[in-house]
C-alpha cells in the first residue's frame, strides 16, 4: 500500500468513526434496534426497507 492509498484508507476510516459515533442502541421490544439520524443515514447511502 502506497502512502496515497494509507491516506485514503485512513480518511475512510475516521468518516466510519464519525457515522457511528451517532447511532442509538435502544430496546424495541425484547429487542435492540439501532436508530441512525435521516443525515448520517444519507451520508453513507442507507435507507429503510
Avoid at 3 to 20: G, I, P, T
Avoid at 26 to 34: A, D, H, R
Amino acid at each position: 500500500m502506497n502512502s496515497k492509498d494509507h491516506l485514503k484508507a485512513k480518511r475512510n476510516q475516521e468518516k466510519r468513526v464519525d457515522y457511528m459515533s451517532t447511532v442509538i442502541v435502544q430496546k424495541w421490544g425484547n429487542s435492540l434496534g439501532i436508530r441512525i439520524p435521516k443525515e448520517a443515514a444519507e451520508r453513507i447511502g442507507i435507507c429503510q426497507g
